[in-house]
C-alpha cells in the first residue's frame, strides 16, 4: 500500500521505515508467492499492473481485518481510543445521524469518528472497498444484495413542503399535477421511486423543472427562497416547520414516494466494537422517532 501511494520505493521505504533493498525483496517474495508481477517497474516510478489491481482490493481487506482486529483488543479498555468510519444519507444525517453521533461522541470521546455523507450507489462501493464499516440509507436499489447485511428501520413520514406564503399553501385538493407548475427540489432518489414520479407527471407531460441537489441545508434555503417545492421526511423539515418558514401541503396519489432507510454493513463480517456501540444507538434513536 506505501508503495501504491509513494509511487516510488524511494518514498515508501521511508513511509515503511525499510532501506529500499529490503522493501523490493519484500515486494518480490509476495510477487514469487502469487506467481504475478504486481507493480511495473521503470524510470518514472511504479505503477500497478493487471494483477497488482485485482489485489490491491484483498489489500485493502486485509488492513481493515487488521484494524478491526486492533479495535476489539482495545475494547479491554472500554473504547478509550481507536477509529470509526461511517457513512450516512443525506436525509438520515440530518434525521437521525446527528443525534446519533452527537451521543456517540459524548459516550466515546476516545474515538475518531469519521462520518461520509454520500448517496446509497457510492455509500455500498465504499462499504464493500473496506472505507466505512457501516451507513445509513435509503435501501430500496440495495434490497437483496448478498454482499449486504440490511436492518431496516422505522420509516419516518414522508411530506410535501413549500414556503409558507407559496400559492399551494392556501390550495385544497392538490394533486401531483398541481405541483409541477413549480420547480422540484429533491436529493437523488432511487430509481424505482424516480420511475414513480416520472410516471405520475407522464400525464401532464412531463416533469419540466427540476433542481437535483445532495445538501439539505441548500435545498431548505432554496425552498423558503423561491416558489420550489420539496420532499422530505417530516424529521427534516421539523424546525422550519416550527419556525414557520415553511408549511407542508397535503397531496393525494403520493403514497409510492416513501422512505425505506436501513442500517447496511457487509454480509458475514462483524462489526468491530466501535461500530457495533453505534449501530445500537441507531437503532435506539430510531426507534424513538
Known amino acids: 500500500m506505501a508503495l501504491v501511494e509513494c509511487g516510488s520505493f524511494a518514498r515508501a521505504s521511508e513511509v515503511v521505515h525499510l532501506s529500499q533493498p529490503a522493501l523490493s525483496r519484500s515486494i518480490q517474495e509476495l510477487e514469487r508467492q502469487l506467481g504475478a508481477r504486481l507493480f511495473d517497474r521503470g524510470r518514472f516510478g511504479v505503477v500497478l499492473t493487471a494483477h497488482g489491481r485485482a489485489a490491491l482490493p484483498h489489500v485493502r481487506g486485509l488492513l481493515a481485518a487488521a484494524e478491526s482486529l486492533r479495535q476489539e483488543v482495545e475494547a479491554i479498555d472500554e473504547l478509550e481510543t481507536g477509529e470509526l468510519s461511517i457513512g450516512t444519507g443525506p436525509y438520515p444525517a440530518l434525521a437521525l445521524m446527528d443525534k446519533v453521533c452527537a451521543r456517540f461522541v459524548d459516550q466515546y470521546p476516545g474515538i475518531r469518528l469519521n462520518i461520509r455523507t454520500d448517496n446509497w450507489q457510492d455509500l455500498r462501493l465504499a462499504l464493500l472497498d473496506h472505507e466505512i464499516e457501516l451507513f445509513v440509507a435509503d435501501t430500496g436499489e440495495l434490497s437483496g444484495d448478498p454482499d449486504l447485511d440490511i436492518t431496516h428501520l422505522p420509516q419516518p413520514e414522508v411530506v410535501v413542503f413549500c414556503r409558507h406564503d407559496h400559492p399551494l399553501a392556501r390550495k385544497k385538493g392538490v394533486v401531483w399535477g398541481d405541483l409541477l407548475d413549480y420547480p422540484l427540489a429533491m436529493t437523488r432518489v432511487p430509481e424505482d421511486m424516480e420511475r414513480n414520479i416520472q410516471a405520475m407527471s407522464a400525464q401532464q407531460g412531463g416533469l419540466k423543472r427540476r433542481i437535483e441537489c445532495d445538501n439539505i441545508a441548500m435545498l431548505a434555503a432554496i425552498v423558503t427562497g423561491s416558489k420550489a417545492i420539496s420532499i422530505a421526511p417530516r424529521p427534516i423539515v421539523a424546525d422550519l416547520l416550527e419556525s414557520g418558514k415553511v408549511t407542508t401541503v397535503s397531496v393525494t396519489g403520493i403514497?409510492?414516494?416513501?422512505?425505506?432507510?436501513?442500517?447496511?454493513?457487509?454480509?458475514?463480517?462483524?462489526?468491530?466494537?466501535?461500530?457495533?456501540?453505534?449501530?445500537?444507538?441507531?437503532?435506539?434513536?430510531?426507534?424513538?422517532?
Open 255 to 289: 403514497e409510492t414516494l416513501r422512505t425505506r432507510y436501513g442500517v447496511l454493513q457487509r454480509c458475514g463480517r462483524p462489526l468491530s466494537p466501535a461500530a457495533g456501540k453505534l449501530r445500537a444507538l441507531i437503532l435506539e434513536f430510531a426507534n424513538l422517532q
